[in-house]
């Protein structure tokens, strides 16, 4: 039996509440997440659903309020300062939002990636220089080593600042909108060079952003809603059968380790579900109804089977299930 793989990145029940002038802001509500070693994942959602809680608690800046998060072994919650100064040098890269957080602007390109390395007491002499040209190359922007932040265009800086990340070859690579100050079309551009270079070095790397057109460039898309994952889009391709390459997006909603699962938003409303819902467990998919005592009657969160159950039998099967309430 092939062993189990251990996730890089793994939340469960994460939970992070602030607490200013006097009022608590639950930022994440109970969030879980897994990413496997070389994927590469995107966090999309709306401004204030958690994403950059998220990546701080992460990046070993904050700590959560309850739950639990280990990144590549490392337990973000029981951290020590040590551990933690060593996890952010060496474990994870990080690329932001901003440049002026990435880079220095008075060193060159070059200068910036060594600084990291030196700072982490890493490569030195000529492995170092070999290993500055390698990134600089593998973000193609070999050219310009030499020149200052300020001299690049934006992104330029991001792919210079993806490349200070990969300095000392972390296990994770984490980015908090890295394309968040870029038109669309070089977005895209430095999008792919983060796909490359998932794809040739192997780093595992979660993009947190609000922009849903990232899901384009990555195989999975995970939903984040009011401090929550919900739904996910998982990105593949295949040969049709006149033998055309196809590419396939599918929408997942996410199930918890203890079954709870959040409907996409859009179902919610549709069917007008509210306060509870009947289900009935059928042979190969679960239905939803809504439990108001209407006529109405419809699926969702269901994989398989189709057409509109009878609402007497998904009334007598919810009989038959339990009667617990979701929490
Ligand atoms: N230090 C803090 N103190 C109080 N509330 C905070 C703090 N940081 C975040 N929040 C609140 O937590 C919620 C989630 O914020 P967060 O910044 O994680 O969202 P986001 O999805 O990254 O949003 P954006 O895309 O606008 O940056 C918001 O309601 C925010 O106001």
Not at 72 to 91: I, K, Q
Not at 288 to 301: D, F, N, R, V, Y
């Amino acid at each position: 039996m092939a062993e189990p793989t251990h996730p890089h990145i793994l939340c469960n029940d994460l939970v992070r509440i602030f607490t200013a002038d006097g009022v608590e802001v639950q930022a994440l509500q109970g969030l879980n997440l897994r990413v496997d070693p070389g994927e590469m994942v995107a966090v999309v959602g709306a401004s204030g659903s958690g994403k950059s809680t998220l990546l701080t608690i992460l990046s070993g800046l904050d700590t959560a309020t309850a739950g639990s998060a280990s990144v590549a072994g490392h337990d973000l919650l029981a951290m020590r300062s040590r551990e933690r100064v060593e996890y952010r040098r060496r474990t994870v890269g990080f690329v932001w939002q901003q440049t002026s957080r990435n880079l220095l602007p008075y060193l060159t390109a070059a200068e910036n990636i060594a600084l990291a390395m030196n700072v982490a007491g890493t490569l030195r002499g000529a492995a170092r220089a070999a290993r500055i040209d390698e990134l600089l190359g593998l973000l193609q922007v070999g050219e310009f080593g030499d020149r200052r932040p300020p001299e690049l265009s934006g992104g330029q800086q991001q792919r210079v600042a993806i490349a200070v990340a990969l300095a000392n070859s972390p296990l994770v690579l984490l980015a908090d909108e890295p394309t968040g100050e870029l038109d669309e079309a070089t977005s895209a551009s430095v999008l792919e060079a983060m796909r490359s270079v998932n794809e040739e070095l192997g780093v595992t790397t979660l993009i947190v952003t609000h922009d849903p057109t990232v899901s384009e460039h990555v195989r999975r898309t995970v939903q984040i809603r009011d401090g929550r994952t919900s739904t996910e889009v998982l990105r593949s391709t295949r040969i049709d059968e006149h033998g055309t390459e196809e590419h396939v997006a599918e929408e997942f909603a996410v199930l918890d380790r203890v079954g709870r699962l959040q409907l996409p938003h859009e179902f919610v409303q549709r069917l007008d579900l509210r306060d509870r819902v009947r289900l009935a467990l059928e042979p190969d998919h679960v239905g939803i109804w809504p439990g108001g005592g209407g006529t109405s009657a419809g699926e969702a969160g269901t994989t398989g089977g189709g057409g509109e159950p009878e609402a007497d039998t998904a009334a007598d099967a919810a009989d038959r299930s339990t009667h617990e309430e979701p929490r």
